[in-house]
Every structure is written in C-alpha cells, then in structure tokens.
T-cell receptor, first 109, second 117 residues
Framework: GQNIDQPTEMTATEGAIVQINCTYQ??????LFWYQQHAGEAPTFLSY??LDGLEEKGRFSSFLSRSKGYSYLLLKELQMKDSASYLC??????????WGAGTKLIIKP | GAVVSQHPSRVICKSGTSVKIECRSL??????MFWYRQFPKQSLMLMAT?????????EQGVEKDKFLINHASLTLSTLTVTSAHPEDSSFYIC?????????????FGPGTRLTVL
C-alpha cells in the first residue's frame, strides 16, 4: 500500500530552526509537495521537489532523497505565525497526490 | 499564483436537506478539480477527481449518489451533498490544477465548513 509518515506534533521556540521529516512509500514518484495549513483554513503551497537535493525559498527549505524515500522541511527564524500543520504529499505514478496526516507545529515564545 | 474560490465559506443546514458547494478557478482554466473532506485534526481525504466534461472518479468508500459532482466548465465544479446528515459535517475543500502548469500544482480553495444539525 501507499504510505506517508510524518510526526504528529512538534514544538519549537520562536527564532529557532525546526526540521519536519517525511518518509514515503508510494507506487511511483512524480514529485513531493509541502503545504502549510492553519487551523480552519485550506492548505497553501510551500514547496515542490522532484529531483534530489535542497530547494531553498526564503526561511523555508525542502530536501528530497528519492533513493531513501525521504524529505524534510526546514523552517528557519521561526515566527509565531508559523504555528500550523505542515502536510507532506507525494504524487504517485497515476499523478494522484497521496497525503500525509500532517505535522502540527507549535511555536513557543 | 492561481486563485480558486469556494462558495459558500460556511453553511449550516438541517438534516435531510441538500447543500451545493461551488468551486471556481478565477484566473486559469482548470482541467482537473479535486474535492477533499477534512475532519477535525485529520488530514485531507480525497473524495473525487473530476475532469471537465466527464464523470468524476470517486475514491473508494465515497458514495456517488450522495456526493454529486459536476464539472461542467473549465472554471467551475460543484459538489452537492444530498440528504445531508450530521455525520456529513466537515470541512470540504476543492482544488484545481491545469495541464498548462509545469508540475500540475493543485491550487486550493479556502474551504467550506458544513454543519448539519
């Protein structure tokens, strides 16, 4: 079966750095997405990786290793507004998005 | 980025009534639209995928006759929850994608919170 694993919840301090991991087992691979979702709102796109390596976009970076079925989202200089759920999703061979359950990130002052 | 709207944003209805939710792509032609449902503290659950002009493909366990999906144009898809019951109360989110995009990113609407009394 297809499976996306990510931690349920993480806590970090304002101004610090946090890494959210995602491992996947899917039928084929056509890209990995990270989305941010604030409570009661729809997800918003953060990043997309299809090749191995690190993609940096401001305070957020995303890394992919296809051979290991592994990705992480790195958030730097954490702000209180970064408190949200972070969803990892993998597009399989049928171009269907398989979603992880999300990681709830709690930022403390 | 592309904009997707949903209407209504919030609806409260009585058990047994039907509710229609609209999803519109405002500045691009959406060849494919997706409907998701999300219960509190859970991840997105794909309900169905629809391509313009064809019947929707429903995920296993989703009742086709209860959740009617119409994708009549490249900018509009509707989800009708028929004979709604309290267990249908959830956050319904649509997303749209276009083959014109390099990686078929899904653009999400703001969601519709349905409460069935």
């Amino acid at each position: 079966g297809q499976n996306i694993d990510q931690p349920t919840e993480m806590t970090a301090t304002e101004g610090a750095i946090v890494q959210i991991n995602c491992t996947y087992q899917t039928s084929g691979f056509n890209g990995l997405f990270w989305y941010q979702q604030h409570a009661g709102e729809a997800p918003t796109f953060l990043s997309y990786n299809v090749l191995d390596g690190l993609e940096e976009k401001g305070r957020f970076s995303s890394f992919l290793s296809r051979s290991k079925g592994y990705s992480y989202l790195l958030l730097k200089e954490l702000q209180m507004k970064d408190s949200a759920s972070y969803l990892c999703a993998v597009r399989d061979s049928n171009y269907q998005l398989i979603w992880g359950a999300g990681t709830k990130l709690i930022i403390k002052p | 980025g592309a904009v997707v709207s949903q209407h209504p944003s919030r609806v409260i209805c009585k058990s047994g009534t039907s509710v229609k939710i609209e999803c519109r792509s405002l500045d691009f032609q959406a060849t494919t639209m997706f409907w998701y449902r999300q219960f509190p503290k859970q991840s997105l659950m794909l309900m169905a995928t629809s391509n313009e002009g064809s019947k929707a493909t429903y995920e296993q366990g989703v009742e086709k006759d209860k959740f009617l999906i119409n994708h009549a144009s490249l900018t509009l898809s509707t989800l009708t929850v028929t004979s709604a019951h309290p267990e249908d109360s959830s956050f319904y989110i649509c997303s749209a994608s276009s083959i014109a995009e390099d990686y078929n990113e899904q653009f999400f609407g703001p969601g519709t919170r349905l409460t069935v009394l």
